[in-house]
C-alpha cells in the first residue's frame, strides 16, 4: 500500500520536479533566440555584450537579461570552443544565477555550466569570481574558458600563489576571475593589511560561483585560514620532548579514535614528571597540574598527538626535509598549510626536520564566513543532497538536482565485505586482474597513500601495469586521470585525486594530441589530429564493449559524499560503467563505527577464509554509520562557526573601518573625536561626575594629559578657579589639544600631517587587531572549562570577547592621540645623522655579506647587476633569496634542478 507522501509526489511531483519544471519556459526562450544570434557576426556578439552592460548598469533587472545573455554566451561558447550547451546546463546555470547549487553529474559540462551566470552577473561591472579546488584546475578553466569570455568582449583572469602583485590587482580588475578557495581567502586577508586603497585586488564581492562547492564549503570549512608571522624559537623544547614520547607505554595515555584525541593518565602524569625533572625542563618542587607548567602541558600533548595520531603517508608526508600536509578529503599535498599550535613543530621533531619557529596569528577568517561575505553564492558539484540541511542552515543555499543529459547506465553493485584486510585486498587484486584481461580500465580508489602503495606493490607482483595517483605524483594528476579511461588501464588514486579532470573512455583525446605533436614537432597539427581522432573512437568503442569503466573502492569514506563522488567518475554522458565496494571489518570506519556485531553475525554464520559478505543490509548499517560520522562533523563545523561569528563582527567592525580610513583624503575629524574622546575619560576619571572640588585629582590629571595629549597646560590653576566645573575643564583641554595639534600640521605641512595621522591610525588598528586574536585564541582555548561550573561556554566567550574588543578600542584611541600628540619634524642636524647612520648601517650589511659569500666560496654580486640577467647574478646560495625578484628561494626558483 503506498503512503500519503508517495502518492502527493505521485500527482504534484517532488520540489525538485517543480523547480525545474519552472525554467522550462526561460529555456524555451533562450532556444528561440538562438537561429537569431547565430546568424550576428562576431562583432555583433561583442556589441549585444556592451548593449546588455549599458542596460544591466541603468538598473535593470538581470533575471530580465538573462534569455538574451544566455543565448549569446551559447553561441559565443560554439564559436570559441565548437561547444553547444544542452538544455541541461542551461538549467544549471539559471539554477546557479539564482543562487543555489546545480547538482550535476561527472561529466556534464560543468566548467561551460559556469559561464552562462558568470556572463550575466559581471554585466553590473562588479566582476564574479569562479572558485576552484586547486591552481590546475583554476589555470586549466581560465585558459579554456576565457576563449568564450573573449568571443563575447569580456576579460577573464586567473589568480594563483606566488603571482606578481601587479599581474594579481589586474586578474582581479577582470569581469570574470578564476581562483582557488585559499587564495581568495589569503587575499582578503592580505588585504585587510594594506596601506593604499589601490594595492586593495578584492574591491567587491559580488558573486562568486563554487565548483566542488561540497569539497569547499564543507570538507575544508573546518579549517581557518591564518596568515600568521614568526614568534619565539623553541626547537630544543620540541626535540627534548620528542625524545620522551617514545618512551611512553599505553597504559600512560587514553586514544579516542572517534573525536582524534589522545590525553594522559594519572601513571602518565607521573612518568612525565619524573622525566622532565630528569631533563630539567620541570623545574624542582613544581608538577604539571601547577599554573606554570600550563604552556608544558600543552606541548607534552602536542608531541603525543603527533606521534599517536598523525601517520607519516597519511596525515603528511617529508619531502626536502619538510613536512608537507595532505588534504584527508583529496589525497592531495597542501603545500606551505601548517598546523597550528605547536603541533607543526611536534610532528617535525618526530621527524627530525628542521623545526620552523611557531607563529602568532596575524589575520584569520573561515571559508564559512569568508564566502558569507558575497552579495550572491552559488555552486556546483556531484554530490550535495546528503549535506543538503549543512548548506541550507549555513549559507543558505538550495540544492537542486539537475537531470542528466543522457540516462545513467552505470551498474552500483552492494559492498563486499570481508573479515580481515589481507582477504580484502587480495580479492581487489583478483578483481582488478579479471577485469584488466578484458580489456574494462579500472580505478582504484584508496584512503591513504600508504594504502596506495601498498596495493601498487601487490600488483607489481602479479606483473598488472598501472598507475599510482598519489600526493606524491601531483604534478602529473591531470595526465594520469585523463588516461584512466584507455582500454585495459588500471589507475590506484587516493580519494578524490584528480577531480576536475574528465575520465574518457578510450582516454583523453586533447591529451593525446598533444603528446603526439610533442614527439613529432615537424609532422602537420591537423594530420596528427585526425589520424588520433580516428583511433580515438575505435578505442572508445572497444572500451564500451568490456564495460566501461569499473570503479573499485577500497573503504568506504568517513562521508556517503564522497563515496559517491568516487562512483560518479564512471557512467559520465551516459556511459557503461560500473562500481563497486570492497571493504573489511579491520577498515577505520567498519572498526571505530560497530562492527562487533558484524564480526559476531559472520562468524556465527560460519564464513571461510576469502569469502565475502553481500547484502543490502549491510549497505543500509554501513550509511547509517557515515551518517552518524557526518552529523558529528556537521555539529563541530557549527561549533566553530558559532566561535567565529563573534570574532567575525568584530572582525567586520575592524577590516570596515580600515576601509574607510583608506578611502578618506582628510583623516583629522575622525582624529579630533579619538583626542576628545581620551580627554572626556581622563576628565571622568580624575574629575568624577557628583564629586566636590576638593575631591579632584587634578596633579593626576595634569600628569595624563602631558604624558597622552602632549600639552601642558595649568590644569591645577584651573581646578582652584571660582565656579570652574569638570564641563569647563573639558573644553579648555578640547581646545588646547586642538590648537597643539593644528599648530603641529603647520609645521609639517597640512599634507604631511593628513598622511601621517593615516599610517599612524592604520598601523595602531593593525597591532592591536593582532593582540586582540592572541587574546581571543588564548580565551577560547580555556573558555570550555567553564562548562564544568554550569556556565554555558558560547555565551561566555561573547561576554568577554565583547568587553576585550570595547578595550581595544579604549586602547586604540588612547594610543593613537599619544602617538600623534609625540611626533615632531627633524632638525636639519638631526637629519644628516639618520642619513649617516643608515648609510653605515648599509655599508656595515654589505661588508658582512661579502664576507659571508667569501668564507662560502661565492662570487661577490657583479657590479652590472640585472635582475633579469642570470650571468649577473654571480653565485647565490640555494637558500637565498633568488636574485630575480620573486620572493622565492633560490633553489626554488632558478635555481632549481
Not at 359 to 378: E, G, I, M
Request: charged letters at 30%; hydrophobic letters at 35%.
Amino acid at each position: 500500500m503506498l503512503g500519503f507522501g508517495t502518492i502527493a509526489k505521485k500527482v504534484f511531483g517532488t520540489p525538485n520536479d517543480r523547480k525545474i519544471k519552472a525554467t522550462r519556459p526561460v529555456i524555451d526562450r533562450i532556444n528561440a533566440l538562438e537561429p537569431e544570434f547565430e546568424k550576428k557576426s562576431d562583432e555583433e556578439l561583442i556589441a549585444v555584450t556592451r548593449a546588455l552592460q549599458e542596460r544591466a548598469r541603468n538598473g535593470e533587472d538581470l533575471d530580465s537579461l538573462l534569455p538574451e545573455a544566455f543565448a549569446n554566451v551559447r553561441e559565443g561558447a560554439k564559436r570559441a570552443l565548437g561547444l553547444r550547451a544542452f538544455d541541461v546546463q542551461l538549467m544549471g546555470g539559471i539554477f546557479l544565477h539564482e543562487g543555489n547549487i546545480s547538482e550535476m553529474k561527472t561529466g556534464e559540462g560543468k566548467t561551460l555550466v559556469a559561464t552562462f551566470p558568470a556572463y550575466l552577473n559581471a554585466l553590473g561591472g562588479h566582476g564574479v569570481h569562479i572558485v576552484t579546488v586547486n591552481d590546475y584546475l583554476a589555470k586549466r578553466d581560465a585558459e579554456w574558458m576565457g576563449k568564450v569570455y573573449a568571443q563575447l568582449g569580456m576579460t577573464c583572469g586567473v589568480v594563483y600563489p606566488q603571482q606578481p602583485e601587479a599581474e594579481k590587482l589586474g586578474a582581479y580588475g577582470c569581469d570574470v576571475t578564476y581562483a582557488t578557495n585559499n587564495e581568495l581567502g589569503f587575499d582578503y586577508l592580505r588585504d585587510n593589511m594594506k596601506a593604499e586603497l589601490k594595492d586593495v585586488a578584492q574591491k567587491y564581492h559580488n558573486f562568486a560561483i563554487v565548483d566542488e562547492v561540497d569539497s569547499i564549503l564543507i570538507d575544508e570549512a573546518r579549517t581557518p585560514l591564518i596568515i600568521s608571522g614568526p614568534s619565539q624559537d623553541r626547537s630544543e623544547l620540541y626535540r627534548t620532548i620528542d625524545k620522551i614520547i617514545p618512551e611512553v607505554q599505553p597504559a600512560h595515555y587514553t586514544l579516542d579514535e572517534k573525536t582524534k584525541n589522545v590525553t594522559y593518565t594519572d601513571e602518565g602524569n607521573e612518568f612525565l614528571e619524573e622525566r622532565l625533572t630528569q631533563y630539567e625542563i620541570l623545574p624542582e618542587g613544581q608538577n604539571l597540574y601547577d599554573p606554570e607548567s600550563t604552556t608544558l602541558v600543552h606541548h607534552i600533548n602536542q608531541g603525543l598527538k603527533a606521534h599517536k595520531l598523525f601517520q607519516k603517508d597519511k596525515d603528511y608526508i617529508v619531502r626536502n626535509n619538510e613536512i608537507v600536509l595532505i588534504d584527508e578529503f583529496t589525497g592531495r599535498m597542501m603545500a606551505g598549510r601548517r598546523l597550528s599550535d605547536g603541533l607543526h613543530q611536534a610532528i617535525e621533531a618526530k621527524e627530525g626536520c628542521e623545526i620552523q619557529p611557531e607563529n602568532v596569528t596575524l589575520a584569520s577568517v573561515t571559508f564559512q564566513n569568508y564566502f558569507r561575505l558575497y552579495d550572491k553564492l552559488s555552486g556546483m558539484t556531484g554530490t550535495a543532497l546528503t549535506e543538503a540541511d549543512e548548506f541550507m542552515e549555513i549559507y543558505a543555499l538550495g540544492v537542486v538536482e539537475v537531470p542528466t543529459n543522457l540516462p545513467v547506465a552505470r551498474e552500483d553493485e552492494h559492498d563486499q565485505v570481508y573479515r580481515t584486510g589481507d582477504e580484502k585486498f587480495n580479492a581487489v587484486i583478483e578483481e582488478i586482474k579479471k577485469s584488466h584481461e578484458k580489456g574494462q580500465p579500472v580505478l582504484v580508489g584508496t584512503t591513504s597513500i600508504e594504502k596506495s602503495e601498498l596495493l601498487s606493490q601487490m600488483l607489481k607482483k602479479e606483473g598488472v601495469k598501472h598507475n599510482v595517483l598519489n600526493a606524491r605524483q601531483h604534478e602529473q594528476e591531470a595526465q594520469i586521470v585523463a588516461d584512466a579511461g584507455k582500454l585495459g588501464a588500471v589507475t590506484i588514486a587516493t580519494n578524490m585525486a584528480g577531480r576536475g579532470t574528465d575520465i574518457k573512455l578510450g582516454g583523453n583525446v586533447e591529451f593525446k594530441v598533444m603528446e603526439a605533436i610533442a614527439a613529432d614537432p615537424e609532422g602537420d597539427p591537423e594530420q596528427i589530429r585526425a589520424a588520433i581522432e580516428a583511433q580515438h573512437k575505435d578505442d572508445e568503442e572497444a572500451v564500451k564493449q568490456a564495460g566501461g569503466l569499473y570503479v573499485l573502492a577500497t573503504e568506504r569514506h568517513e562521508s556517503r559524499r564522497i563515496d559517491n563522488q568516487l562512483r560518479g567518475r564512471s557512467g559520465r554522458q551516459g556511459d557503461p560503467g560500473k562500481s563497486s565496494f570492497f571493504l573489511s571489518l579491520e577498515d577505520d570506519l567498519m572498526r571505530i563505527f560497530g562492527s562487533e556485531r558484524l564480526d559476531s553475525m559472520l562468524k556465527k554464520l560460519g564464513m571461510k577464509e576469502g569469502e565475502a559478505i553481500v547484502h543490502p543490509w549491510v549497505n543500509k548499517s554501513l550509511e547509517r554509520a557515515q551518517a552518524k560520522v557526518e552529523g558529528r562533523n556537521f555539529d563541530i563545523r557549527k561549533q566553530l562557526l558559532k566561535f567565529d561569528d563573534v570574532m567575525n563582527d568584530q572582525r567586520k567592525v575592524i577590516f570596515g573601518q580600515r576601509r574607510e580610513i583608506m578611502e578618506s583624503e582628510d583623516l583629522s575629524d575622525i582624529v579630533q573625536d579619538m583626542r576628545h574622546e581620551v580627554v572626556d575619560e581622563l576628565v571622568d576619571q580624575y574629575m568624577p561626575k557628583k564629586t566636590y572640588a576638593d575631591q579632584w585629582e587634578t596633579e593626576k590629571l595634569y600628569a595624563d594629559v602631558i604624558k597622552h595629549l602632549g600639552v601642558d597646560v595649568p590644569v591645577i590653576e584651573w581646578a582652584d578657579e571660582e565656579g570652574v566645573d569638570d564641563g569647563d575643564i573639558r573644553e579648555r583641554l578640547y581646545k588646547a589639544s586642538d590648537e597643539f595639534m593644528a599648530q603641529k600640521a603647520v609645521d609639517f605641512g597640512l599634507e604631511q600631517m593628513r598622511s601621517i595621522e593615516k599610517q599612524l591610525l592604520l598601523q595602531t588598528i593593525d597591532g592591536k587587531w593582532r593582540e586582540h586574536l592572541l587574546t581571543l585564541e588564548h580565551l577560547r582555548s580555556v573558555v570550555g572549562f567553564r562548562g564544568y561550573a554550569q556556565r554555558d561556554p558560547l555565551n561566555e566567550y561573547k561576554n568577554e570577547a565583547f568587553q576585550l574588543f570595547e578595550s581595544l578600542l579604549d586602547g586604540l584611541r588612547e594610543e593613537v592621540t599619544e602617538k600623534l600628540s609625540q611626533i615632531r619634524p627633524l632638525t636639519p642636524e638631526e637629519q644628516q645623522q639618520m642619513m649617516a647612520q643608515m648609510m653605515a648601517q648599509q655599508a656595515a650589511m654589505q661588508k658582512a655579506t661579502d664576507a659571508k659569500d667569501a668564507a662560502a666560496g661565492k662570487d661577490p654580486l657583479v657590479a652590472d647587476f640585472d635582475e633579469n640577467d642570470p650571468s649577473s647574478w654571480g653565485n647565490p646560495g640555494r637558500n637565498d633569496p633568488c636574485p630575480c625578484g620573486s620572493g622565492k628561494k633560490f633553489k626554488h626558483c632558478h635555481g632549481a634542478f
